[in-house]
């Protein structure tokens, strides 16, 4: 065989490989034009618009109610994907994906879970839970990312429940305050015990001081407490 024969003959190889390295690049194109699509829509969602899915597994699904009892736990924010801020990973689209395959209709509405810092809020670094309305108040988790529901982040927003739960902690700290003072930095009468009217004077001194320090903290970088702020879309 000539060598321009064979010249040829790799040529044709080569060109036929090159096609196919083409049809490669295509598809692969196409399935990233599609991923960039799931994530425009995901972080341009503005409303709940349930959509129907066959064969949706059941641990995944929870009541409105579950999820504020969830954010209120961990003061956390469930707000529409439209208001979200953060990077929607790989495996949240890749999740989104294989949800769409069981969807009767396109999924078009998204909701997140996350912190308020990870929202675009009218007024104003942990990741969230995404999930798709399925209507009569439930919704479905298609993703989780991050590990923001941690025992160390429920016991550190304990205290921003709820009022009552603000203010048992203002009188314990309160109560502590004025159990740890010496007796005679209350009294200058030398008989005096450690329990007595002194010392619930001063408790009741210190509770006044707690409480108005907290109430001006409160109001100056916080302003909602969690059952409020859950699915707010205001800062304070």
């Not at 919704?139 to 009552?164: C, E, Q």
């Amino acid at each position: 065989m000539s060598t321009q024969t064979e010249r040829e003959r790799l040529e044709r190889l080569l060109l036929g490989q090159e096609s196919v390295l083409e049809e490669v690049h295509h598809l692969l194109y196409d399935e990233q034009k599609q991923d960039d699509l799931l994530r425009a829509m995901v972080l341009s969602s503005t409303d709940e618009r349930p959509v129907r899915i066959t064969g949706m597994d059941p641990d995944r699904i929870f009541h409105r109610g579950t999820i504020k009892a969830l954010c209120i736990r961990y003061r956390l924010r469930f707000l529409p994907g439209g208001l979200f801020k953060g990077p929607v990973p790989n495996t949240a689209v890749y999740a989104l994906r294989a949800l769409e395959r069981k969807a009767e209709t396109q999924l078009k509405s998204f909701m997140v879970m996350a912190p308020a810092g990870r929202f675009k809020l009218c007024d104003s670094e942990v990741d969230p839970l995404l999930f798709v309305p399925i209507g009569n108040d439930r919704f479905y988790l298609v993703h989780k990312w991050g590990s923001d529901l941690s025992v160390a982040r429920s016991i550190v927003n304990w205290p921003f429940r709820t009022v009552a739960h603000l203010a048992v902690v203002v009188f314990v700290f309160a109560g502590l305050a004025s159990m740890l003072v010496p007796t005679h930095w209350m009294t200058t009468d030398p008989a005096a015990t450690f329990w007595g009217a002194h010392r619930m004077i001063f408790l009741l001194w210190s509770t006044m001081v707690c409480a108005s320090f907290t109430v001006f903290g409160w109001f100056a970088f916080f302003g909602q407490f969690s059952a409020e702020a859950w699915n707010s879309r205001y800062f304070n």
